[in-house]
């Protein structure tokens, strides 16, 4: 009877997940932050080919992204073949608890199909999916800014390949989402250890650090191009509630005597760019 | 005792009436005396109920056996059946999907799936880690031993090659399932987390290191959940 009970529950629990389609990924148990680029899947001939170098791409913006906002953001991307996630509704509570507690800041997939418009002109569609993972740990709790989304683009198709690089990576939306995601991160570890929840790191300004990086992600928002997506405008605005947030924050942490005690709670990031 | 008859007549002519003249006696014979009754052996009684004996023991020798034979015989089949989940669930391409099928169908085979998913927990990934956990709560709901005690020997020797995600999944589960025996191991885990001592192995240098900062307080959150329970 218990067997037939446990049997059923695991076909409903099957049921439930049938169409997810998350795979290992490996590297994911290796130490630091890491943001995992799950594979992109094309009905383009050769797209499977373009994981690398869309991981590289990707590389080479958070490394001008650190270079240009002078931000040690410490991001490894992880190229995750096979993975495939079908939408945001795939990363619930107890997948997101696992990536966070495997320092994965973001994950990125994507689906891509060819099509032509009326005149039969080809088109790249594509439909990025981005998760946030800190933002998206809060979203499941608040119900604040999106932690998980889509994205849809179009482009004219000329170079698949290029093409599709320029879709995932739209004006550097990557490299913005990954610093919010680490200033969320970064913000969240000084607020544990104000509460004594966690060691506190004595060489490193925490709250100041969380709040460098959120004001290069807003500055960074603030740089996409236009239109900006509903999300990427939530999530601008989103950045400058944590923004100001390590300073009310810091000014409360009884055990903190950096910088930002001095500094006004409604004072704006800096303008970078 | 005195007895007479009427002599009969000369004439061969039986006379119509006759009279007898007797007297019975009823008498009861006497009382056998104790001495006379013969005694039993014990043998006799013995030999008196071996059929049963025989029977008996026969049937709980027969039994027991045969059961000894199931036994064998359904762990030979668990472990056959299991080993086709068990490469599906550590398998390299499983799906979160296929590992949320096959774990649940390990815990139907109730306190045999135990030791190896512990086993396979122990090197999960975020994808085969909440699968797991999920299966291993499901045999602990009625069979609580059969999962606490593998999981509390875990978390009583940190200085075995257990990862802190390892601790983490022990300490979450035990704490769901309530585990006898639970608190005082859990208070020693949270003790030697907060004053520093604790040191967790580390398979990328196959070596024991302090638990780092958020990683000690993904685990003190979940110690503190477990011992509020």
């Known amino acids: 009877m218990v067997r037939l009970v446990l049997l059923a529950a695991g076909l409903v629990l099957w049921a439930a997940v049938a169409d997810a389609q998350i ?251 | 005792m005195a007895n007479s008859v009427a002599d009969p007549p000369a004439t061969s002519v039986l006379p119509s009436t006759l009279h007898v003249d007797a007297s019975v006696a009823l008498t009861s014979p006497p009382p056998a005396a104790p001495e006379s009754r013969q005694k039993r052996h014990p043998i006799e009684y013995l030999q008196a109920l071996t059929p049963l004996i025989i029977a008996a023991v026969g049937w709980f020798v027969t039994d027991a056996v045969s059961s000894g034979f199931e036994r064998q015989r359904l762990q030979l089949s668990n472990v056959s059946e299991m080993r086709d989940l068990l490469l599906k669930l550590v398998g390299p391409s499983v799906t979160l999907q296929e590992a949320q099928a096959a774990a649940s169908t390990l815990s139907a085979f109730g306190e045999p799936a135990v030791a190896p998913l512990v086993t396979a927990l122990a090197a999960a990934d975020d994808v085969r880690t909440p699968p797991i956990e999920d299966a291993l709560r499901a045999i602990g709901l009625n069979h609580a031993q059969a999962v606490c005690d593998p999981l509390l020997q875990i978390l009583k020797r940190p200085s075995g090659r257990f990862t802190w995600l390892l601790h983490r999944s022990a300490i979450r589960i035990v704490g769901d399932i309530d585990c006898a025996g639970a608190p005082p191991v859990l208070q020693g885990f949270k003790n030697s987390l907060a004053n520093g001592t604790l040191k967790t192995y580390d398979p990328a240098s196959d070596d024991w290191v302090v638990v780092a900062p958020e990683a000690a307080q993904l685990l003190n959150t979940d110690l503190n959940r477990a011992l509020a329970r």
């Open chain 1, 23 to 273: 795979a290992p990924c490996s590297g994911v148990q290796d130490p630091g932050a890491k943001i995992l680029l799950d594979e992109i899947v094309a009905s383009t001939p050769g797209a499977a080919n373009l994981l690398q170098p869309l991981a590289s791409r990707l590389d080479a913006g958070l490394l001008q992204v650190q270079t240009e906002l002078g931000i040690d953001l410490n991001l490894k991307v992880l190229p995750c073949a096979n993975r495939k996630p079908t939408g945001p509704a795939d990363f619930t509570r107890p997948v997101v608890d696992q990536l966070n507690v495997r320092n994965v800041v973001m994950e990125v997939w994507g689906v891509t199909t060819e099509i032509r418009d009326a005149q039969g002109r080809p088109f790249q569609e594509a439909s990025v999916g981005y998760v946030l993972v800190p933002v998206r740990l809060n979203e499941l709790q608040t119900q604040r800014a999106p932690g998980a989304f889509v994205i849809p683009y179009r482009a004219r198709a000329s170079d698949p390949a290029a093409d599709l690089l320029r879709l995932v990576d739209q004006s550097g939306r990557l490299a913005a989402y990954a610093t919010l995601a680490a200033g969320t991160r970064a913000l969240r570890a000084a607020q544990d250890a104000a509460a004594g929840t966690r060691p506190r790191t004595a060489a490193a300004d925490d709250w100041a650090g969380a709040r460098k990086r959120l004001c290069a992600a807003q500055a960074l928002f603030s740089s996409l191009k236009p239109p900006a997506a509903p999300s990427d405008m939530q999530l601008a605005d989103y950045a400058r509630s944590l923004a100001a947030q390590t300073i009310a924050g810091a000014k409360a942490d009884q055990r903190y005597s950096g910088s930002l005690k001095l500094q006004p709670e409604n004072l704006p990031c800096p303008s970078v760019r």
